[in-house]
């Protein structure tokens, strides 16, 4: 008698390995090939090219304002090294700058770069080092007045070496953290990256001489073995930035 074939199980179909593999190629770094590894599993990657987002950091505001609502409709906004423009995407969205949210305040955003941006639908972008010493003037030119958030992804490039890219992405924070307090409307919030690492008292005490709350935040969107986190300081208490100098 012939055995009958068994009911053939679907039950974990698509559900036994969902994990890209890529293979090291001739002349590829090992450590690239982990990269490429995890940007192609990376959720979030997957998500933002669905949304419409240049990259996977546009998360990191996303969820950093879901919390502290800064982003509201009618807000002007400085997003400094803003490429690829993550960042000013979701801004723009939230501050309504292109008055697709009908009896809101329109926002603006205006993003700066050392390098030329692709054109952001809503936004105003210009190729410019926010370190040079007329770029406060130049921004608020731009903007018609002061900003009511200032925010900063940046990151210096790296070296290699942790402590040292530690220090050099504080010292970048503090520069941003200095032409905000140039350019930011009273009440106003600033948001920036910086890395864990020990060398942050500084800046902590500096903002939280100049705004009425500062916070840090690793987002949900950053990466679980980076260092990474965000300062969020909010209740700009106006003045200049060399007040405490006088």
Known sequence: ????????????RGQRDLTV????????????????QRQLNDPYVKRAQAEGYRGRAAFKILEIDDKFRFLVPGARVVDLGCAPGGWCQVAVKRVNALGEKKGKKIGTILG?????VEPIAGA???QLDFMEDDADIKVKE??????????????????????TDHLRIIA???????????????????????L???????????LKQKFTKVVNMKPPASRSDSSEKFVIATGFRGGRKDDEEE
């Open 142 to 163: 731009w903007l018609g007045g002061k900003a009511d958030v200032v925010m900063s992804d940046m990151a210096a490039a790296s070296s290699g070496h942790k402590q």
């Open 1 to 12: 008698m012939a055995k009958k074939p068994g009911k053939k199980n679907t039950s974990g």
């Open 112 to 116: 700066v770069d050392l390098q030329e």
């Open 172 to 194: 970048l924070c503090e520069a941003a953290a200095y032409f905000a307090f140039d350019v930011l409307e009273e009440g106003g919030t600033f948001v920036a990256k910086v």
């Open 196 to 206: 864990a690492g020990g060398a942050e008292g500084e800046l902590q005490k500096l």
């Open 21 to 36: 593999k890529v293979k090291t190629a001739r002349g590829r770094k090992l450590s690239s090939t982990l990269w490429l």
């Open 124 to 126: 105003e972008t210009h």
